[in-house]
């Protein structure tokens, strides 16, 4: 309570800034949480929806304001509005399409939700950002665990991670298990695995 207070004096002073508004917004869903954990979910559902009007705020005043995209998300989600918070998500990565943060974003709310496709076009809009061995095995393990796996997709994504980090002796195992369980390329499996 005390903190609300004092956030929302300073949201008060400076009510042109997005981060006074952010702020009071992770206060109130902070107090929203423990309410539904002690089962009050009439007052939680209100003090999400105040969370929600000042994370707004936020975005209105800047809506490069990256950290408002994932709480605007997570408070959708409290309130049973998954495709909402799909929507800001995707949102907020086109507005800020270079931002390898708001990707991240996205992915963990479409992994949260056990969206494959959204999931599959995260990893990818953070490859168009920055080419990364962890963002190609990440893609690859997407592809290959996803209901309808693209195995040989997989193991491509997975040669690129070795290509930028052929030292990581984890992406050679994990080429080698795709290789001899999906691809039945035992031949191609053990070459791999021995490197």
Request: aromatic share 6%; charged share 30%; net charge negative.
């Amino acid at each position: 309570d005390l903190a609300k207070t004092e956030f929302t004096q300073a949201r008060e002073l400076a009510p042109q800034r997005a981060d006074t508004h952010y702020k009071v917004a992770v206060v109130v869903k902070r107090q929203a949480d423990a309410l539904r954990k002690d089962g009050k979910e009439d007052a939680a559902k209100k003090a999400y929806e105040e969370a929600l009007e000042n994370v707004k705020n936020a975005l209105a005043k800047d809506d490069q304001f990256t950290p408002a995209y994932g709480l605007q998300a997570e408070i959708l989600q409290a309130l049973g509005r998954a495709d909402d918070a799909k929507k800001v998500l995707e949102n907020g990565a086109r507005k800020n399409s270079k931002n390898p943060a708001l990707q991240e974003l996205l992915y963990e709310q479409a992994l949260a939700v056990g969206d494959w496709g959204a999931m599959e076009a995260a990893a990818r809009g953070a490859l168009a950002i920055e080419q990364s061995p962890a963002g190609y095995a990440r893609l690859a393990n997407v592809l290959v665990s996803r209901p309808t796996p693209d195995a040989q997709a997989a193991a491509e994504a997975y040669e690129e991670a070795i290509r930028l980090a052929p030292e990581s002796a984890e992406y050679w195992a994990l080429l080698g298990h795709l290789r001899a369980r999906f691809l039945h390329d035992s031949t191609g499996a053990e070459t791999v695995l021995s490197q």
